[in-house]
């Protein structure tokens, strides 16, 4: 006769370590002292075997500095920023310092000699390595080259950090690079674009595009800091500070009124002053805390529900469709009008609001409307969020300027077209 079968018995262990030796000991007996782990051991037996379910917390801590004069052989913070003060003693920084540095070609020709003059006169063994981090080369090849790179230079992977110094492609390729070496190397950011300034450099997100889609390669792995200075910023060409003032506002649009009347009333005094202006400061600084606000509670994206995918929705796929000829934030600029017009419709946004929105994107020097984002463009976008996204579009839309909400239901079929012909039949004759 088979045996009855009895209850699962489940057993929660914390894990202790006593003279460098990791004990398991049941909840509620621990008998020896020694150093509790913040991971536990669940055992299930039952009639059909054993199972151990392993929980371990996985605590990332990463800094972002503002800071002037990076470059400045006389400031400490490109060597060692990364560190706690505490962490940092003088016979620290009396020992000579090893840093590779992955760099932005185009950033080579016009930083190069003043980041080699930085790290001669602090006396650092160190290899630049300039390569075309452009969207169209954000491959593994890439990855690969700094892998091998990295490898025949030789650091050590605990306090030698990778630095990275260019634009959002850069940072991603060389964050998923120090991902993969030794499993884990740290890595430094310092963001040269105004893109890659408030949005690229204060997250996790590492990636390369992959089988045609765009960041499809990536881990979620932060930096140990990032280094933001705007002075980089004076040397951008304007389509490039437009591009990133696309990601400003999407969180003035999602999150932050006075940011938008900010924009609204001085957007393109800032651009003109290549936002080295008080108004400039005090916008990167309100977008990137409102990012650090959504990003820092949901760094892994456990929550798919994440109002900074506004924008994101269709202009993954725009972007890769017309690549080279839109910049990120550009497609993602014509991604959040397009769905303004949609918000419009469904009684989220006034015609006044709608109007000041664009408005606002036209004084940033963006694009409203490309003739590539198709109605058939869109369905497809759409079916691919469905794909990832757990079966709900999860669509961040706002609700008056500077407010949002998710929306779980597909937008209906009518209102998707009537929004795309009330869109195009408007801002059409504004095609960059």
Same mark, same amino acid.
């Given at each position: 006769?088979?045996?009855?079968?009895?209850?699962?018995?489940k057993?929660k262990?914390?894990?202790?370590?006593?003279?460098g030796?990791?004990?398991?000991q049941?909840?509620?007996?621990?008998e020896?002292?020694g150093?509790?782990?913040?991971?536990?051991?669940?055992?299930?037996?039952?009639?059909?075997?054993?199972? $151990?379910?392993?929980v371990?917390?996985?605590?990332?801590t990463?800094?972002?500095?503002?800071?002037?004069?990076l470059?400045?052989?006389?400031?400490?913070?490109?060597l060692?920023?990364?560190?706690?003060?505490?962490?940092?003693?003088?016979?620290?920084?009396?020992?000579?310092?090893?840093?590779?540095v992955v760099?932005?070609?185009?950033?080579h020709?016009?930083?190069?000699?003043k980041?080699?003059? /930085?790290?001669?006169?602090?006396?650092?063994?160190?290899?630049i !390595?300039?390569?075309p981090?452009?969207?169209?080369?954000?491959?593994?090849? %890439?990855?690969?080259?700094?892998?091998?790179?990295?490898?025949?230079f030789?650091?050590?992977?605990?306090?030698?950090?990778?630095?990275?110094i260019?634009?959002?492609?850069?940072?991603?390729?060389?964050? !998923?690079?120090a991902?993969?070496y030794?499993?884990?190397?740290? /890595?430094?950011?310092?963001?040269?674009?105004l893109?890659? /300034?408030?949005?690229?450099?204060?997250?996790?997100k590492?990636g390369?595009?992959f089988?045609?889609?765009?960041?499809?390669?990536g881990?979620?792995v932060?930096?140990a800091?990032?280094?933001?200075?705007?002075?980089f910023?004076r040397?951008?060409?304007?389509?490039q500070?437009?591009?990133?003032?696309?990601?400003?506002l999407?969180?003035a649009?999602?999150?932050?009124?006075?940011?938008?009347?900010l924009?609204?009333?001085?957007g393109s005094?800032m651009?003109?002053s290549?936002?080295?202006?008080?108004?400039?400061?005090a916008?990167?600084?309100?977008?990137?805390e409102?990012?650090l606000e959504?990003?820092?509670?949901?760094?892994?994206?456990?929550?798919?529900?994440? %109002?900074v995918?506004?924008?994101h929705?269709i202009?993954?796929?725009?972007?890769?469709?017309? *690549?080279?000829?839109?910049?990120?934030?550009?497609?993602?600029?014509?991604?959040?009008c397009?769905?303004?017009?949609v918000?419009? *419709?469904?009684?989220?946004?006034?015609?006044e609001e709608?109007?000041?929105?664009?408005?606002?994107?036209?004084?940033?020097?963006?694009?409203?409307w490309?003739?590539?984002c198709? *109605?058939?463009?869109?369905?497809?976008?759409?079916?691919?969020?469905?794909?990832?996204?757990a079966?709900?579009?999860?669509?961040?839309?706002?609700t008056? *300027?500077?407010?949002?909400e998710?929306?779980?239901?597909?937008?209906?079929?009518?209102?998707?077209?009537?929004?795309h012909? !009330? $869109?195009?039949?408007?801002?059409?004759?504004?095609l960059n």
């Amino acid at each position: 006769m088979p045996s009855d079968n009895s209850a699962p018995q489940k057993t929660k262990f914390n894990l202790l370590q006593v003279k460098g030796t990791w004990v398991r000991q049941s909840e509620g007996c621990q008998e020896t002292e020694g150093r509790v782990s913040d991971a536990k051991i669940y055992e299930r037996k039952s009639d059909q075997g054993v199972s $151990w379910t392993v929980v371990s917390p996985i605590v990332f801590t990463y800094k972002i500095i503002q800071c002037e004069n990076l470059l400045d052989p006389r400031n400490d913070t490109l060597l060692w920023g990364h560190l706690d003060i505490e962490d940092l003693s003088d016979n620290a920084k009396s020992q000579p310092v090893k840093r590779f540095v992955v760099i932005d070609d185009t950033v080579h020709q016009l930083y190069g000699d003043k980041i080699r003059e /930085y790290f001669d006169t602090r006396r650092a063994v160190y290899k630049i !390595l300039p390569l075309p981090t452009t969207e169209e080369n954000k491959s593994l090849d %890439l990855v690969t080259k700094i892998l091998q790179e990295v490898h025949d230079f030789g650091i050590d992977r605990r306090s030698e950090p990778i630095v990275a110094i260019g634009g959002g492609v850069c940072l991603d390729v060389v964050g !998923l690079a120090a991902s993969l070496y030794r499993r884990r190397t740290p /890595y430094i950011r310092v963001p040269t674009t105004l893109l890659a /300034y408030v949005d690229a450099s204060v997250g996790a997100k590492t990636g390369v595009n992959f089988a045609g889609g765009k960041n499809k390669v990536g881990s979620y792995v932060p930096p140990a800091a990032t280094f933001l200075d705007r002075s980089f910023f004076r040397t951008l060409p304007q389509r490039q500070l437009s591009n990133g003032m696309a990601e400003i506002l999407k969180m003035a649009l999602m999150k932050h009124h006075g940011l938008f009347e900010l924009l609204e009333a001085e957007g393109s005094q800032m651009l003109d002053s290549k936002l080295q202006s008080s108004d400039a400061s005090a916008c990167t600084h309100v977008a990137i805390e409102t990012m650090l606000e959504e990003l820092a509670p949901n760094l892994w994206e456990d929550d798919l529900d994440r %109002l900074v995918d506004f924008g994101h929705l269709i202009s993954p796929q725009l972007e890769m469709e017309v *690549l080279p000829a839109l910049l990120h934030g550009e497609a993602v600029n014509i991604d959040m009008c397009f769905m303004v017009y949609v918000s419009h *419709l469904r009684g989220l946004l006034s015609v006044e609001e709608k109007g000041r929105v664009v408005r606002c994107m036209l004084g940033l020097n963006l694009p409203v409307w490309h003739q590539d984002c198709t *109605l058939d463009l869109i369905h497809k976008s759409l079916h691919e969020r469905l794909k990832h996204s757990a079966g709900s579009p999860r669509m961040p839309l706002p609700t008056a *300027l500077g407010r949002a909400e998710i929306f779980h239901d597909m937008i209906d079929e009518d209102l998707l077209s009537q929004a795309h012909h !009330l $869109w195009t039949s408007e801002l059409s004759s504004h095609l960059n």
